[in-house]
């Protein structure tokens, strides 16, 4: 019997973040036992559309049980767990591709909470629940991610 999967994919570079630290953590635990699980760590594109499709491909390729997103937003002093995404995105920030949208899902719930407890998790890394996942690739990974994996 295989043990359980775990699949954490961090970031990669966008606009003037050239060497993304949620890539390097993702990739730093590749690989990794997590308490009988066994940790696969990549990194995804900062797209709209490739990173979430990149995420739910290879978790469910993989019958992954927990999927992890990691990004970087500036002016957070602590590492933050999303409580939930909305459906929406800034139309001011383009991503990687030079995509901007607006509505994520136009058909879509208003808002789309994560699916494994987000103050447990804050809890085990010394980090704080956050609120608000901002308008960009990371709000839109975590609502396309939980919508379809959830």
């Not at 295989?2 to 993702?26: C, E, I, K, Q, T």
């Not at 999303?82 to 901007?100: C, H, K, T, Y």
Request: with cysteine; hydrophobic share 45%.
């Amino acid at each position: 019997m295989s043990p359980p999967v775990v699949l954490v994919h961090g970031f990669g570079p966008f606009l003037d973040v050239f060497d993304n630290p949620a890539a390097r953590l993702a990739l730093s635990v590749n690989g990794q036992d997590a308490g009988g699980a066994m940790i696969v760590g990549e990194v995804m594109p900062v797209s709209y559309q490739r990173g979430p499709a990149l995420s739910i491909a290879r978790a469910r390729g993989l019958g992954a049980t927990l999927v992890i997103g990691i990004g970087v937003a500036r002016g957070r002093a602590r590492a933050g767990v999303e409580a939930w995404a909305q459906n929406e995105a800034d139309p001011n920030l383009v991503d990687i591709d030079g995509e901007s949208l607006h509505l994520l899902n136009v058909q879509g719930p208003p808002r789309v909470e994560c699916t494994a407890p987000p103050s447990r998790l804050a809890l085990e890394i010394g980090g704080v629940v956050s609120e608000d996942a901002g308008r960009y690739v990371c709000n839109a990974w975590l609502y396309r991610v939980a919508l379809a994996l959830g």
